[in-house]
């Protein structure tokens, strides 16, 4: 695998070819800065790492998550550390219904096990139908989840003022996890960490 390690874009963990100095961001996190507030990932969505998510996500091979949680929680120790919870990108629940199991929620269950961080399974939920974001464009992606994402009125007061980590399997344009990270933050989130296991190399926000 070709793990993402510093130096690194500290705001969309791009890999810099060379160490630009301290505090430096990429630019396209101040062309394009995201929603969340920084971005985390284990390694590069190609190879060994492609084929572990694609292995958990269509193979169902849930026996993966626990590996790919360790591997997700020496990505981002700090961040992990310094958060009050966990949280996943969830499943529209007939998609739930097809497919038995959310690949991130089981990442994210296995990473609150092993940081011994609160998992908040269902503050989060996906309140409308979406296609499947495999082949559309950027622009596709990002109008297929608009608004997606919503925080139930009863479990805001779990989101209010909490620094929270948000799991996905692999990060693309960022389309999801931007309309996730917009309902927490309007549920009152102050910082939110959005960490995958693979994510693409580039790719507009």
């Not at 596709?140 to 996905?168: I, M, T, Y």
């Not at 996730?180 to 790719?203: M, W, Y």
């Amino acid at each position: 695998m070709r793990l993402i390690d510093k130096p690194f874009c500290p705001v969309l963990g791009l890999p810099f070819a060379h160490d630009p100095g301290e505090g430096m961001v990429s630019p396209q996190a101040i062309a394009h800065p995201p929603v969340f507030d920084r971005l985390r990932s284990v390694a590069l969505h190609e190879g060994v790492a492609r084929h572990l998510v694609h292995d958990l996500k269509y193979r169902d091979r849930v026996d993966l998550a626990p590996m790919m949680a360790g591997w997700m929680l020496r990505a981002a120790f700090p961040e992990i550390a310094a958060a009050d919870a966990i949280v996943c990108v969830p499943l529209h629940r007939m998609r739930m219904f097809r497919r038995m199991f959310n690949q991130s929620a089981e990442l994210a269950r296995h990473l609150a096990r092993q940081s011994g961080k609160p998992f908040l399974a269902d503050v989060l939920v996906r309140r409308k139908r979406t296609q499947q974001q495999v082949g559309l464009t950027a622009n596709q992606r990002s109008l297929n989840v608009r608004g997606a994402f919503e925080v139930p009125d009863a479990r805001q007061d779990l989101v209010f003022g909490k620094r929270l980590v948000l799991v996905d399997d692999v990060y693309t344009t960022g389309a999801t996890v931007s309309a996730a990270t917009t309902a927490l933050k309007k549920a009152g989130a102050q910082d939110v960490t959005v960490l995958t296991f693979a994510r693409a190399l580039a790719g507009p926000i």
